[in-house]
């Protein structure tokens, strides 16, 4: 036991065009090394989490009013997303978000923008393709023309572009089949035990995300309301009536 702690967040409120609050103090730990997922329906807050961390909230009109986020044990909250970056800290956004009009692997390269060494370069996205062999297959393919997961795994990909510790990962499992699902999954935990990759992901797919995950956090109006390891949340009668649709 006794992992050390990568990011923590504390207390944090979040208010959108100055009046509506919509984060009400939420706290969470995630361990080096882990997979930490958020949980909760449609509006809980989750993203408004991911995006208070990665510092995503000014276009959306969001500030941080109160607590604080610490990265390994720094305030990070008046860190740019691109200072975040450099210090390992990426975000996979909600929606894929691939430049359609390019091709796969252009859309992976984009991630190693900030980088000037061809050989890393080169050598990261044979990691990448490593990981993803549906990308390798598909590297020349113009973005919008491959299948949605294809899409889902080449916003990872490129994330992975940037040498990240922390890959905040939004709602991965959106709009794709099951069995994509499970794949993407699957590398994701991959990723976290072959690379020692961290993860904290926001879920609806509550079934999934416990399935691949260490440690969950549920979310209601703004606030986490349970915690706890991934297999004793499973197994909790309230989140099975409330969130796995088993009475
Ligand atoms: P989803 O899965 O739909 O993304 P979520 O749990 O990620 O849900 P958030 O997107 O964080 O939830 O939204 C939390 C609340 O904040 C919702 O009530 C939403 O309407 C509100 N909200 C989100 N973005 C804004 C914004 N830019 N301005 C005002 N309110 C917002």
């Known amino acids: 036991a006794g992992a050390k702690t990568i990011l923590e967040v504390n207390g944090i409120e979040v208010i959108y065009n100055h009046v509506i609050l919509?984060?009400?103090?939420?706290?969470?730990?995630?361990?080096?090394?882990?997979?930490?997922?958020?949980?909760?329906?449609?509006?809980?807050?989750?993203?408004?989490?991911?995006?208070?961390?990665?510092?995503?909230?000014?276009?959306?009109?969001g500030e941080v009013t109160k607590g604080s986020i610490e990265l390994r044990g720094e305030?990070?909250?008046?860190?740019?997303p691109a200072d975040l970056v450099e210090r390992g800290v990426v975000?996979?956004?909600?929606?894929?978000?691939?430049?359609?009009?390019?091709?796969?692997?252009e859309n992976l390269l984009t991630g190693s923008y900030t980088r000037k060494d061809k050989g890393e370069i080169a050598a990261n996205l044979d990691k990448v393709y490593n990981y993803f062999p549906r990308l390798k297959t598909r590297?020349?393919?113009?973005?919008?023309?491959?299948?949605?997961?294809?899409?889902?795994?080449?916003a990872i990909g490129r994330a992975l572009m940037t040498n990240p510790n922390l890959v905040l990962l939004d709602e991965p499992s959106m709009g794709l089949a099951p069995q994509i699902v499970e794949e993407v999954f699957h590398i994701v935990k991959d990723l976290n035990s072959k690379e020692k990759v961290t993860f904290l992901l926001a879920e609806q797919n509550t079934n999934m995300a416990?399935?691949?995950?260490?440690y969950g956090y549920i979310m209601e109006s703004g606030r986490i309301v349970m915690d706890g390891e991934a297999q004793a949340l499973a197994s909790n009668?309230?989140?099975?009536?409330?969130?796995l649709g088993v009475g």
Not at 97 to 102: D, I, S, V, W
């Open 91 to 105: 975000q996979v956004m909600e929606g894929r978000h691939c430049f359609a009009h390019l091709t796969i692997e």
């Open 22 to 61: 919509v984060l009400k103090g939420v706290s969470l730990v995630v361990p080096e090394g882990g997979i930490v997922a958020i949980l909760g329906g449609n509006g809980a807050g989750k993203t408004t989490t991911l995006r208070a961390i990665s510092n995503l909230l000014k276009a959306e009109r």
């Open 210 to 214: 416990l399935k691949y995950a260490d």
């Open 75 to 80: 305030r990070i909250e008046a860190l740019s």
């Open 139 to 154: 590297r020349t393919s113009q973005a919008a023309y491959t299948s949605g997961g294809e899409q889902q795994m080449c």
């Open 237 to 243: 009668s309230d989140v099975k009536e409330f969130y």
